[in-house]
């Protein structure tokens, strides 16, 4: 397909320097569609926005525009919203209504969607943690909640029940072990949602999608650059963000590895990223949040697992797939690392009272 001429009545619209010279997608986002514009003289990042995932384009555009504007004050790279030209933050196709938005593209960086070296995880734990303290003096208050109970696992577990009841597809029968697996736990979702409501734990302003894909990589240096995907920064709480990390990153394979044999909890991956983590946020995290980091690492994956079980029984309607079991693939890596983490508790605590010592 030639996406250079598909989308030139979209490319026309921003303020691009040069002239376009190619469109082709990029990268390995779930929810956006994601293309590489190149112009003779820069490339950008081209996103065509999901509007089933995030209805609200308006307050969503509204919320990166605020937080970057925030962060490139602090001195922090982030990501560079290019306007159209007539000074809006994204152009709505006037023919089928889709929303689009331009970015800068953050050069001379790398994305991984694996954790190839122990330093770069520790380097992305550190970035993550010193993106939390730099947003701590941020007024959520001026943010639209992007995706009501995004980080609800209780309420995540209810719409998986729903999905299973339901069974729309008739897949239900080919994952029995897995729809099992995750009922057997169904208890063990809620003391984050319980600690925040109680107020044990503190709300903070959070980025609550933080895997290792989402955060650029000085090509030459590994040390971490820009954290970008910023759809979901939210008040929410450390815990989502610390877990969602480790369920992507300490694993020793890909997101969606096939063979199982494969796909193992990593207890030195865990221990670099905390260390990191820990080393920004030590001043702040209080004894319940560091009591829970490993509890978090099990929660974020049983979600994610649950997640993507759901989207498999409903039909793969949200997130992205290649190929019809793909979401089911996606669920196995993550109860199988859930698995091992549970078996491992004890060795993570060890690891966070180390690290704060
Ligand atoms: P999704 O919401 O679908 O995950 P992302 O915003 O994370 O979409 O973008 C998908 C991928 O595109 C990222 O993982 C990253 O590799 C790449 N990417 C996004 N924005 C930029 C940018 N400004 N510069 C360089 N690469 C980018
Ligand atoms: C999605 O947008 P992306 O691909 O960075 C999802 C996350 C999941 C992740 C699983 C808005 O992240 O919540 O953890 O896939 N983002 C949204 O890989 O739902
Ligand atoms: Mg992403």
Do not use: W
Request: aromatic letters at 10%.
């Amino acid at each position: 397909m030639d996406f250079t001429k598909e989308y030139e009545n979209v490319t026309d619209r921003f303020c691009l320097e040069g002239k376009v010279v190619s469109v082709e997608p990029y990268g390995n986002g779930h929810i956006n569609r994601t293309y590489l514009v190149t112009t003779d003289r820069k490339r950008y990042i081209m996103q065509q926005m999901n509007t089933t995932v995030f209805p609200d384009t308006e307050g969503l555009m509204n919320n990166i525009c605020l937080v970057t504007e925030y962060l490139r004050s602090k001195g922090e790279e982030t990501l560079d919203v290019i306007p159209t030209k007539d000074g809006k933050s994204f152009y709505r196709d006037e023919k089928d209504g889709k929303p689009y938005r331009f970015y800068a593209f953050i050069e001379n960086t790398v994305s991984y969607q694996i954790v190839e070296d122990a330093d770069v995880f520790r380097n992305s734990g550190q970035a993550f943690g010193n993106f939390q303290n730099k947003l701590s003096g941020f007024d959520a208050s001026q943010l639209v909640e992007s995706i009501k109970d995004f980080h609800n696992t209780p309420k995540r577990y209810k719409a998986f029940e729903k999905a299973v009841s339901e069974d729309k597809c008739g897949r239900l029968e080919g994952c029995k072990a897995e729809v099992d697996f995750v009922m057997a736990r169904k208890d063990t979702f809620s003391k984050v949602t319980d600690g925040l409501e109680s107020g044990e734990i503190p709300l903070r302003v959070t980025h609550n999608d933080t895997k290792l894909n989402n955060i650029l990589m000085d090509a030459k240096t590994n040390k971490a650059r820009a954290i970008i995907d910023l759809d979901t920064i939210m008040p929410g709480s450390m815990l989502y963000d610390f877990g969602d990390s480790i369920r992507f990153g300490a694993s020793t394979a890909l997101e969606d590895e096939k063979d199982l044999d494969k796909v193992h909890f990593d207890i030195s991956l865990f221990k670099a990223y905390a260390e990191g983590f820990l080393s920004a946020v030590r001043e702040g995290i209080t004894a319940k949040e560091l009591e829970l980091l490993p509890y978090s690492a099990y929660l974020l994956t049983m979600e994610c697992g649950m997640r993507f079980l759901t989207d498999y029984l409903s039909g793969d309607t949200y997130f992205a797939t290649k190929y019809p079991e793909h979401n089911l693939v996606r669920t196995r890596t993550q109860l199988k690392l859930a698995s091992e983490m549970e078996k491992s508790f004890e060795d993570m605590s060890g690891i966070c009272k180390d690290c704060v010592k």
